[in-house]
């Protein structure tokens, strides 16, 4: 099922979880387990933006409104690449 | 006394049900050596005592969090009698993950099948005795909130406990991954270990680092340890892991098959629906342009022209209660005239417009939190794409709307530097809510009835400079190929009161902070230069300010503004844009104070409708503000590129702004 996970990410324009979970016939909780997975082993990244920087705000007055991304981006690492060529 | 010990992912219910079965009769302390709550509680059922532990919350039991370490090590290592897996009705195939590593340990495990009345409400069906015997161990319904099954899981558990039950049925692997646990086994099988031999192999082949690392510390054979390595050498390209982790999904797949029946989904979603028009390849853009003009027609007529006078009024009355009460008092001159002109209408200036940001805020934070934003910035990642830009960079500009310091800090995630160069050069074209004031001002002053059309004009040559930019510097800073991410689309949904009211607060917060800090110190600085010297006439052109703005104006005439108030104010905009009003507000109703005469009306006197324009273009394009330039030496490590961001953009901004006014000269615009 990861490998399958990760093909609907590499053939699609955009990630839609519930898309994959539909055309997976699976449920979308597990589907969002997939991506843990895949993410925990190398397969895929996630790119949060700045949500996760490590960045001190100080007192800068933005801080409460800095650190907030509302898009999730996912890019398949060459470990990835190659798990779909086999 | 026997120990059942309690297991799930995390929202199954399971410290429900963990209460339920010992009521008060429970104490909270922590697992050793670590911060994580342990609940342990005392059952008395059927004459006999029973102690109940309630393990974290977890979806799997590897090595990869605090929670799944403690939960796994006390499976193995504290001999629980039984173990009672708590499994969400709800999302029965992803917590079957956790109940297949619970029986590939060989322990003995109940099913308390939880939140069936949620379950039955969304009609999905379950065949109990199927499930039951597909997986080798007893599943009973439970509804812990209510007590339901409560009695049920307890006997079900002691019979596990007492009775000659099977743990289950092993798993199957597929016949490398078994022939590989069985020869790791083999070289195992004399060696003292800490855990169960199958399990222990089955994790070696699995690469669990945290076993590996246990196998090491404990006395097995030096042999042995080489063969083990032997075996990561010889299959170090294999990746057993996954098909391993494979391996329990389909066996969590195959239990459900025909066990557990869901409604009929519909094929496409109502968030799919939506999307294929507005992510559509020529529809997603101008969709997002119409919804942008509404966004800013909206700003403009509600924050401006409804909230925007009454604030204006009430700036103003304070203004004048205060410089009543300071002459009655016998303030000083001096002390009045920088409460009045730079307090006030310096840094009032700025305040003045807090209802435009919140009406702007609150409409964006509606737009994030029902999803179109993440569609906005996927519609213009595929436009990014096929000018052969990295698309994600445009994520970095919606960013750089509210503020470019987290915009180009953002940058950082995009992982080579032709894409973080090129997206932190641009990003200061996105204009920036501290801008807005100045839009407003000049908006007001000139173009009050069509103020959402020059509003959302502005910000779309933001963009469009912005991306000839990019297309500029792929083609001759940066060169190679660009990474390739993914956008992931939530599915849409309300926006919540909470969250919209949240965003908003969060950026009135920042802007009013500013004004109270950096703009202040900004606008102080001002006044003491436009009073200095004190043979000077105050705010006039020989003072300090009044020189420098003299000297710079001949710079900025080409655009039409050529003025030393325009000119210093732009100055002024550095350390913080919003400081440019705050200039514009001390230096003109300074001037003009013995008229009594506004902001606006000052504006009036000294622009244009065109140089308005061009000046607005100026301020929307030129150098960026000082926390900017800071971020991006932070973030480049540069000097060189922090001067290049500073100079290219002051030279872009002049020559747009000088266009502006040139051209429309020419077509006769006033």
Known sequence: MLKDVLREINDSDYISKANIAIKLNRTEGLIEDAFSQLIRMGYIIEDKGVNNCNISCGNCPLARSCNKEFITSIAITEKGYKLLQK | MRTIALVGNPNSGKTTLFNALTGSNQHVGNWPGVTVEKKEGKLNFKGKEYNIVDLPGTYSLGAFSEDEVIARDFILSGNPDVIIDVVDANNIERNLYLTTQLLEMGKKVVIALNMMDEAERKNIQFDIGKLSKKLGIPVIPTIASKGIGIEDIMQASIDMIYGDIGTGSPLQYNEIINHHIEYIENVLKDEKLPYPIRWTALKIVENDEEVLQKLEESDISDDSMRNIEDFFKYHSSENFELEIIDSRYAFAHRVTEGAVKRPQEESTTLTDRID???????????????????????????????????????????????????????????????????????????????????????????????????????????????????????????????????????????????????????????????????YSVFIAAFFPNHGGLILFSLYTLGIMIALIMAKVFSKTLFKGESSYLIMELPPYRMPTIKNVLRNMWDNIYGFLKRAGTTVFAVVTLVWVLAVLPASAEPYGQFTILGRMGTFLAPILMPAGFGNWQASVAL????????????????????????????????????????TALSYMVMTLLYTPCAAVLGTIKKETGSIKWTVFMALYTFAIGWIVAVMVFQIGSLLGFN
Not at chain 2, 289 to 308: K, N, R, Y
Not at chain 2, 345 to 361: Q, R, S
Not at chain 2, 593 to 610: M, V
């Open chain 2, 571 to 610: 100055f002024a905009g550095l350390p913080a844009k919003e400081a440019v009003v705050g200039t514009l507000g001390l230096l003109y109703a300074g001037e003009y104070a013995e008229e009594g005469s506004l902001l606006i009306n000052s504006i009036q006197q000294h622009f244009t409708s065109l």
């Open chain 2, 276 to 438: 294929r028009i507005v992510t559509n390849k020529y529809l997603g853009v101008p969709i997002f342009a119409i919804i942008m003009f509404v966004v800013f027609q909206l700003t403009f007529e509600i924050g401006e022209e409804i909230l925007g006078e009454a604030a204006v009024s009430l700036i103003e009355n304070l203004g004048g209660l205060i410089q009543v009460f300071l002459i009655a008092i016998k303030a000083p001159n001096w002390f009045i005239s920088f409460i009045i002109d730079g307090a006030i209408n310096g840094v009032g200036a700025v305040i003045e417009f807090v209802p435009l940001i919140t009406i702007l805020y609150l409409l964006l934070g509606f737009l994030e939190d029902s999803g179109y934003m993440a569609r906005a910035a996927y519609v213009w990642d595929n436009l990014m794409r096929r000018l052969g830009l990295q698309g994600r960079a445009f994520v970095s500009m919606i960013i750089g709307f509210g503020c470019n310091v987290p915009g180009i800090m953002s940058t950082r995630t995009l992982d080579n530097k032709k894409d973080r160069m090129i997206t932190t050069l641009i990003n200061p074209f996105m204009s920036c809510g501290a801008k807005l004031p100045i």
